[in-house]
């Protein structure tokens, strides 16, 4: 972190230290986004371009529309999709800038300003999908405490917040696998991760601490060189002195940047409670494991959260490696 970034407090340090490493990775993102005609996108969008951190589009090129529409043939006749109806769907602004993606034209999208969350998600599967190997797509928030000691510099990556409502082990240790990508490539950390309960290290028996601990297996099978450990209570995850008294030993209690929830209610609801009675900044949410990076707003979104998920979307594609 650099001195000018270090003397701002944890959400602004956060904010320009993205903005930092985006202008270090040429050739610029290309973010396309579909809402283009809304006045709030255009905002950021032209903010965006003059600071020389992304190129936008706020439309998709016409000619290429064809080309799309194929293509979402190609990816969906199978569940019945004409190449009439592929036609139709291709040219709505959502898809087309999904497809953009898809084939390469662009490096990620941002939309929801006016479309729904469902829309935006069905549009992403769609078109984008998966990431190979990947089942389980996944949302996180990036949240950032005023405590730089807790974390990476103050900042955590929650998940999932926002698609999974109950998910299985393997959805679990998806999700954990998918949320340690976002803390690498968005906080530029080694990601350590912790799987979260309303238990620690056995202190309690459950059937979902049973799923959490199976979860901790999968991903140790799958990624044995990430650092995991649960189950954890949240202050044994991130409050080092806790740690040491309710899981001695453990290379991720207390030092946690990456936090599991064991189901979508935790994980909402605590996102939340900590950016409205703590006072931290949430950014998301965004979407995992997709093959590229197509991210959601809400719909009463600022300029400046179109701009921030924007930078986000820029530094989660697979070509912006820094």
């Known amino acids: 972190m650099s001195g000018s970034t270090a003397a701002l407090g944890p959400a602004a340090a956060f904010l320009a230290a993205q903005i930092e490493r985006l202008r270090s990775i040429r050739p610029r993102r290309r973010i396309v986004f579909p809402e283009g005609h809304d006045p709030r996108v255009q905002e950021a969008a032209a903010r965006l371009e003059q600071e020389g951190l992304v190129t936008p589009f706020l439309s998709v090129p016409q000619e290429a529309t064809a080309k799309y529409a194929q293509l979402y043939f190609e990816r969906r006749r199978l569940k019945g999709i004409t190449e009439q109806q592929a036609c139709q769907i291709a040219s709505t602004p959502l898809y087309a800038a999904a497809l953009m993606v898809a084939s390469g034209d662009a490096d990620g999208f941002v939309g929801g300003a006016v479309n729904t969350t469902a829309e935006t998600v069905r549009a992403s599967l769609q078109c984008i999908g998966p990431a190979p190997g990947v089942e389980t ?38 999700i954990a696998i998918a949320t340690a ?54 202050d044994a995850a991130v409050v080092e002195s806790i740690a040491q008294s309710k899981a001695p030993g453990s290379v991720v209690a ?43 707003l809400s719909r009463g979104c600022s300029v400046d959260d179109i701009y921030g998920v924007a930078i986000v979307t820029a530094l989660q594609s697979s070509h912006a490696s820094v």
């Open 181 to 234: 990508e976002t803390t690498r490539r968005v906080l530029n950390a080694e990601p350590v991760i912790a799987m979260l309960s309303f238990s620690t290290k056995g202190s309690a028996q459950h059937v979902s601490i049973d799923r959490t601990l199976e979860a901790v297996k999968i991903v140790r099978g799958r990624q044995p060189g990430l650092k995991i450990d649960g189950e954890l209570q949240g």
């Open 137 to 174: 797509v996944s949302g996180c928030f990036i949240v950032v405490v005023e405590d730089k000691n807790c974390g990476h510099n103050g900042a955590f990556v929650f998940a999932d917040c926002a698609i999974v409502v109950e998910p299985s082990a393997v959805e679990l240790a998806e």
């Open 254 to 296: 207390g030092r946690a940047n990456t936090l599991i929830f064991p189901n979508l209610d935790a994980a909402n609801i605590s996102y939340k409670l900590v950016q409205r009675l703590g006072g931290a900044m949430a950014l998301g949410p965004f979407l995992q494991g997709l093959a590229e990076p197509a991210n959601d």
